[in-house]
Nanobody, 125 residues
Framework: DVQLVESGGGSVQAGGSLGLSCAVS????????MAWFRQPPGQERVAVAA????????WYGSPVKGRFTISADTAKNTVNLQMNSLNPEDTALYSC???????????????????WGQGTQVTVS
């Protein structure tokens, strides 16, 4: 199985930056698609960004384009999310997700992903 552990969440003032990291362990396809999702309080989980661990493209949700950057560090086996120009609407529980086998409905589609981390809270005030 694949295990995903997020880190780097916290509280920040509007206009600030945070970096999140997702550590991947266990058996994982080297070229698998990975993503960050977020779930604001009382709302559904939505896609933030996605990439392939081996490289080959990045995708972003409209609210974060130009502010967030997703990257994969194959040496450290992590997928990272750099978040800049944060605003209160970015407040949410951020979760890492991995696709491993099965159908692929698109990099920003929630049902593509097989494995999920527990999440890390980001609060912007």
């Amino acid at each position: 199985d694949v295990q995903l552990v997020e880190s780097g969440g916290g509280s920040v003032q509007a206009g600030g930056s945070l970096g999140l990291s997702c550590a991947v362990s266990g058996y994982a396809e080297r070229h698998n698609c990975m993503a960050w999702f977020r779930q604001p309080p009382g709302q559904e989980r939505v896609a933030v960004a996605a990439t392939y661990r081996s490289g080959g493209g990045t995708w972003y949700g409209s609210p974060v384009k130009g502010r967030f950057t997703i990257s994969a560090d194959t040496a450290k086996n992590t997928v990272n999310l750099q978040m800049n120009s944060l605003n209160p609407e970015d407040t949410a529980l951020y979760s890492c997700a991995a696709h491993q086998g099965g159908p692929h409905y698109g990099p920003l589609v929630r049902t593509t992903y097989t494995y999920w981390g527990q999440g890390t809270q980001v609060t912007v005030s």
